[in-house]
C-alpha cells in the first residue's frame, strides 16, 4: 500500500469547492482558460507513461511532505474563511506536490514533478489580476499591429478599442480576447510540454522554449492584427471581421505551432540528469505511520469542506432594477443591456448600466453593483475602467454631501487611450453603515465580517460623465457628485 489512495481522498474534499471554482472558471463565455480541461487529462497520461519509472522507485512515506501541504492547508483555510475561491485554489499548486511526497517519497516526487507542473496551467488567475495583464497585453498588441500596418501603407488610426483603416466605413473592434492573453497562456503550455515531455530534455532547449512562448505568442498576435487590417483596407471591414477573422486565428496558431517546432529542433546543451538517477529518501513504511498522517490528513480536511461549503450567500435581490427612474433632475435616458459573460464575472446579475440626464444637459452613466454576503461581486472602479480603455489620470477620495453630512467617495479622472476629452468618475461604496471611495475600507469592512459568514449587503455605484466642449473637470466631477448624492439615500434605504 503507497497511501496515496488514503491520502488523496481527504485532500479532495477539502478542496471540492475550490476544484469547482476551477471548473466553473474553465467554461466562463469569452474567458482565457478554455484549455483548462486537458490539462487534468495530460496529467493523467504522462503519469501513467512514467509508471515504468515510478515502478523502480521504493513508495515512501515521507512526513517531510508536511513541508509542502502545511502551508497550502493554511493558505487553503485563509481562502475559505474570506470565501476567496482564488486563493483556495492557488494552494492546490503546493498540495498536490505535498501529499505526493508525504505519500510517496522525494525520489517519485522529483520524477513526478515536470508532470504536477502542468497544474499551473489549470488554476485561473483571479480576475483582477487577469484583467490587467489582459489590459496591458491588448495594449501593447494594439501599439504594435497599428505601428506594423501603418508601415506596410495601410493608413491605420486608432480610437480606444477601435481601429480605423483609411478608405474604409465602419472599424474593427480589438475585444480583450484579442489582445492575447488566451493564446500567450495556451502557448505557455504548449511550450512546457514540448521542452518536458517531447524531445530530449536539454538545459539550452527547455530554458529556450520556455523563454521564447510568450514572445512568439505576442509577436503572432501583432501580426494578426496588422493582416486583419490589411484584409480590411483590401476587401472591407465587414470581410475582415467575419470569416477573415477566423481563418486569420486558425493561421495564427499554425505559426505559433510552427515557430514552435523549429525552435525546438535547435540544439540545447547538455542532457539533462534523469531524475531516476536520485536516492529516494528515507521511507517510512508501516501501517501505523500510513494511519497516522491519513488521520491526521482527514481531521484537517473536514473542517476545511464544512468552512468552505458554508455560504450563507443567497442570490442578491433584484434591488438594481428598482432603481427609480429620476433623481430630482436627472431622469433615465436610456438602460443598457449587461452582456451575460460580465455578470458571470462579476458572480451576480443583481447590477444596473443607465444613462440618466438633465433636461438638455450632457448624458451622465450610471453603474450599479448589488451584492448581499457575497461582497466580492464588486471590484475597483479602475479595472473596468482600464478595461474600457481608459487611461487614469489621478484617482483619490474627496467629500460629497449627502442630506447635509460629509461622505468620502472616490474621484477618478480618466481619458479614453487615443481620444482629448476627460472622463469622471464618482463612485462610492455603500452598506447601511459604510459610504467610502476605498476599496481597501470596503475590503476591511467585510473581510472580518467574512471570517463569521455575518458579511452584509451592500453596491457599489459608479456615476461618470465626459467633460464636455468648453466645461472643465471641475464642472463635470459637480454634475457626477450631484447625481450620486441624491442617489445614496435611496440605495441605503433599498439595503437591509
Known amino acids: 500500500m503507497t497511501g496515496l489512495p488514503w491520502m488523496l481522498f481527504p485532500l479532495v474534499a477539502a478542496y471540492a469547492t475550490a476544484v469547482w471554482w476551477c471548473v466553473e472558471s474553465w467554461f466562463q463565455p469569452d474567458g482565457y482558460w478554455a484549455h483548462g480541461p486537458l490539462v487534468p487529462l495530460l496529467v493523467a497520461i504522462l503519469w501513467w507513461a512514467r509508471r515504468g519509472q515510478l515502478a523502480g522507485l521504493p513508495a515512501a512515506l515521507d512526513p517531510r511532505g508536511w513541508w509542502l501541504l502545511g502551508p497550502a492547508l493554511l493558505l487553503h483555510l485563509c481562502g475559505a474563511a474570506l470565501t476567496i475561491d482564488s486563493l483556495s485554489a492557488a494552494s492546490m499548486l503546493l498540495a498536490v506536490p505535498g501529499i505526493v511526497w508525504l505519500a510517496q517519497g522525494v525520489a517519485r516526487l522529483r520524477v513526478l514533478a515536470p508532470v504536477l507542473g502542468l497544474l499551473v496551467f489549470a488554476v485561473p488567475l483571479p480576475m483582477f489580476v487577469s484583467g490587467r495583464v489582459a489590459f496591458e497585453l491588448k495594449e501593447l498588441a494594439i501599439g504594435l499591429g497599428t505601428g506594423l500596418a501603418n508601415a506596410l501603407g495601410l493608413g491605420v488610426t486608432r480610437d480606444g478599442a477601435l ?73 472591407g471591414v465587414e470581410v475582415a471581421a467575419g470569416d477573415a477573422h477566423d481563418l486569420l486565428n486558425v493561421g495564427a496558431w499554425v505559426l505559433d505551432l510552427g515557430v514552435m517546432m523549429v525552435l525546438s529542433e535547435l540544439p540545447g546543451g547538455r542532457l539533462e540528469t534523469s531524475a ?48 427609480p427612474d429620476a433623481f430630482g433632475p436627472f431622469v433615465l435616458r436610456e438602460e443598457r443591456e449587461i452582456d451575460p459573460s460580465f455578470q458571470s464575472l462579476l458572480g451576480t446579475k443583481d447590477a444596473a448600466w443607465r444613462v440618466y440626464g438633465e433636461k438638455d444637459g450632457p448624458p451622465v452613466f450610471v453603474v450599479a453593483v448589488f451584492h448581499e454576503s457575497n461582497w466580492k461581486s464588486v471590484h475597483p472602479p479602475h479595472i473596468c475602467l482600464e478595461g474600457g480603455d481608459m487611461e487614469i489620470g489621478s484617482d483619490r477620495q474627496v467629500e460629497l454631501l449627502v442630506d447635509g453630512s460629509p461622505s468620502r467617495v472616490g474621484l477618478i479622472v480618466a481619458h479614453p487611450r487615443g481620444g482629448a476629452r476627460e472622463y469622471v468618475s464618482v463612485h462610492a461604496f455603500v452598506s447601511r453603515e459604510l459610504t467610502t471611495g476605498s476599496y481597501l475600507d470596503f475590503f476591511l469592512h467585510h473581510a472580518p465580517r467574512a471570517l463569521f459568514r455575518h458579511s452584509n449587503a451592500g453596491a457599489l455605484l459608479r456615476v461618470e460623465t465626459y467633460v464636455e466642449p468648453g466645461e472643465d473637470v471641475k464642472a463635470a466631477r459637480q454634475r457626477c457628485g450631484e447625481l450620486l448624492g441624491r442617489m445614496l439615500p435611496v440605495v441605503k434605504g433599498m439595503l437591509p
Do not use: K
Request: positive net charge; glycine residues 10%; charged residues 10%.
Open 276 to 323: 531516476t538517477a536520485v536516492a529516494s529518501s528515507p521511507a517510512v513504511r508501516d501501517r501505523t505511520g500510513l494511519l497516522f498522517h491519513g488521520g491526521l490528513l482527514a481531521v484537517l480536511a473536514m473542517p476545511l469542506l464544512l468552512l468552505s461549503l458554508h455560504r450563507p450567500f443567497a442570490e442578491s435581490q433584484p434591488r438594481a432594477g428598482g432603481l
Open 163 to 235: 481601429l480605423l483603416v483609411d478608405g474604409q466605413p465602419g472599424s474593427l473592434l480589438v475585444a480583450a480576447p484579442c489582445g492575447g492573453l488566451r493564446s500567450l497562456i495556451s502557448m505557455l503550455l504548449i511550450a512546457y510540454c514540448v521542452a518536458l515531455f517531447l524531445g530530449p530534455r536539454t538545459t539550452g532547449r527547455t530554458v529556450l522554449l520556455l523563454c521564447a512562448a510568450a514572445p512568439v505568442a505576442l509577436l503572432v498576435n501583432v501580426v494578426r492584427i496588422a493582416a486583419t487590417c490589411g484584409v480590411a483596407s483590401r476587401w
